[in-house]
């Protein structure tokens, strides 16, 4: 089992940046992918961002290209999401996802564990 809890989100104004936290327990961190999924009112959760086990291969929605990075440290149990260049259309609660295989993994199905979220709202 992995627990996963984020952290980070809150309201910013259109522009401006924040960073998400999401912490892990349970089985070794270092095994998982690691991704950052979004889900807006009346909408499906989007895929935003995924990052392997080592850190060396990442990937990203089209949407979120140049404005956001996905990053871990293993030592820390820890994966981040930077959010720059915020727009109004990032505005949702953004969720982090673990699944255990050494790929960059960007479809939500494949992934075996979930946090309970964290609030983004981007004022315009």
Do not use: H
């Amino acid at each position: 089992q992995v627990q996963l809890v984020e952290s980070g989100g809150g309201l910013v104004q259109a522009g401006g940046s924040l960073r998400l936290s999401c912490a892990a327990s349970g089985r070794t961190f270092s095994s998982y992918c690691m991704g950052w999924f979004r889900q807006s009112p009346g909408k499906d959760r989007e895929f935003v961002a995924a990052i392997n086990w080592s850190g060396g291969r990442t990937s990203y929605a089209d949407s979120v290209k140049g404005r956001f990075t996905i990053s871990r440290v293993n030592a820390k149990n820890t994966v981040y999401l930077q959010m720059n260049n915020l727009k109004p259309e990032d505005t949702a609660v953004y969720y982090c996802a673990a699944d255990f295989t050494i790929l960059v993994v960007t479809t939500l199905d494949q992934y075996d564990y979930w946090g309970q979220g964290t609030q983004v709202t981007v004022s315009s």
